[in-house]
């Protein structure tokens, strides 16, 4: 980051965290990292003299594997692609749809650097909440005596989940920046295009940020590219783009 885009980069940064706390998007963001707490706290009530295996339809399922089943499903199928949606499309598309957009572009900043305080903001913002969520999901599912074993295992699991809310965010983010309305699109690819393409055969789960997600030891190079291309796309996208603002 050059010295003259740290400076502009680093105010709208403070001002779009302040904003994005104060938000009504923010009780979505509480939600969906509040339900899988309250869903693990009602587990742990359902088991009988502090077992660490619950009994389903007379299969017993232990705790770890309801707890890594809550990180490949609700964490990384649902919440992170969700909140990166929600929330990277709006970072731009709001202003656009608010009319405020013109505000920001009068102002002596580089329009890039709009662009990238206000994903750095998003970026601490969801971090700051799901990645506790998850670590306190570890704490109510997993017995102590079977921590020290996984606690690796959940080191990496939420190193790969900070990197999906930074891919998905960056990728729409972009959108944002792109297309007019690009909340429908984007939950259209996290759950309809993406679901599909990962269970069908041939190369098309590779069109995908959850197939890298899934395979992240292995992949995180890749992510960290797709996040960082998306960010300089939508930088540049903003400063050639001239937004006609609908009366």
């Known amino acids: ?7 502009p980069t680093r105010r709208v940064f403070e001002l779009a965290l302040g904003e994005m706390l104060w938000a009504r998007r923010t009780a979505f963001m509480a939600l969906a990292a509040g ?10 009530l359902a088991l009988v003299n502090g077992s660490a295996v619950l009994t389903v339809n007379g299969s017993r399922i232990g705790t770890q594997a309801i707890f890594e089943t809550a990180v490949s499903l609700l964490y ?24 405020t957009i013109t505000y920001l572009f009068t102002r002596p900043i580089a329009r890039g ?19 506790p969520s998850l670590a306190l999901v570890f704490l109510i599912m997993v017995p102590f005596a079977n921590m020290g074993p996984l606690f690796g295992k959940v080191l990496t699991d939420l190193g ?14 972009w959108a944002g920046v792109s297309f007019r309305r ?12 993406e679901q599909l393409a990962l269970v069908l055969p041939g190369y098309l789960r590779y069109l995908t940020i959850a197939h890298y997600l899934q ?26 783009r ?3 603002l609908e009366q």
């Open 113 to 131: 650097a709009i662009v990238l305080g206000k994903y750095l903001a998003y970026l601490l913002c969801v971090v700051a909440i799901v990645l």
């Open 160 to 173: 790969v989940i900070a990197l999906g809310l930074a891919a998905y965010g960056a990728v729409f983010l």
């Open 76 to 99: 990384l199928r649902f919440i992170v692609p969700a909140l990166g949606a929600f929330y990277g499309t709006s970072l731009i598309a709001d202003e656009v749809e608010d009319k």
């Open 182 to 193: 690009p909340l429908v699109g984007g939950l259209v690819f996290v759950f309809g295009w």
């Open 242 to 244: 001239e937004y006609v």
């Open 215 to 240: 395979a992240a030891t292995s992949s995180v190079t890749s992510v960290i590219l797709i996040t960082i291309a998306a960010v300089v796309l939508a930088m540049r996208t903003i400063e050639r």
């Open 1 to 7: 980051m050059t010295a003259p885009l740290f400076g």
């Open 35 to 44: 339900a899988p707490i309250l869903i693990a706290v009602m587990t742990r």
